[in-house]
């Protein structure tokens, strides 16, 4: 690992199944031991924001935003030179969750997007994909309860995630899965760490 080149780890999967809390979890181990870290995400708020749809609304220009706007988020975190530059990126969204969000809203709608517009936004992604150095990808699981304060489409949050598994898989990407269970999300940070820690050392 160079100052130029840190390490990046991303996460996606379907809302509401602890993709923010896990980079939080690995964001502060890393801190503890002095590796200096940044960490991308709200991604869907932001684009809110600016007006563009979300959820079961997402649309090819939106997913486009999306992915864009991480690729950058991305970049302009790895960028700070100097001694204390950044070893490790977190991404929250990894470029893949985009299209996988966009897939099952088209789904959702009972709609089909031009092949044209399909391909492009594949396209995008397929080109972030090498960029990470670990992927991880959550699970859903229905038995855990959402906070009262997230009124989800249950149908929608469930197609999300198994468009999320079913693109890992097609284009064999590297990744591992993270379940709701204590012990995965263990595993995760530990990997996580493990990795750092070993580029820290080279």
Same mark, same amino acid.
């Given at each position: ?46 684009? #809110? ?26 970049? #302009? ?16 969204? #990894? ?47 229905? #038995? ?59």
């Amino acid at each position: 690992m160079t100052a130029t080149s840190p390490i990046r780890i991303g996460v996606m999967g379907t809302h509401s199944t602890g993709k923010t809390m896990l980079l939080k979890r690995i964001e502060m181990e890393l801190r503890g031991r002095g590796i200096p870290v940044a960490r991308t995400g709200r991604l869907g708020r932001r684009a #809110a924001l600016v007006g563009l749809p979300k959820m079961q609304n997402h649309t090819a220009a939106s997913t486009e935003w999306v992915m864009a706007q991480g690729i950058a988020d991305e970049i #302009a975190a790895a960028a700070p030179p100097g001694p204390d530059a950044v070893r490790v990126v977190l991404a929250d969204r #990894a470029t893949w969750d985009a299209l996988a969000y966009f897939h099952a809203a088209q789904e959702w709608r009972q709609e089909h997007a031009h092949r044209l517009e399909r391909e492009r936004l594949r396209l995008l992604a397929s080109t972030q994909a090498p960029k990470y150095d670990l992927l991880f990808a959550t699970v859903l699981d229905s #038995a855990v309860p959402l906070a009262p304060k997230h009124d989800y489409d249950t149908r929608y949050r469930t197609l999300v995630d198994r468009h999320t598994h079913a693109l890992l898989d097609e284009e064999e990407i590297p990744h591992e899965r993270v379940t709701s269970d204590a012990d995965s999300q263990a595993r995760a940070v530990e990997r996580a760490l493990e990795l750092c820690l070993k580029e820290a050392a080279i």
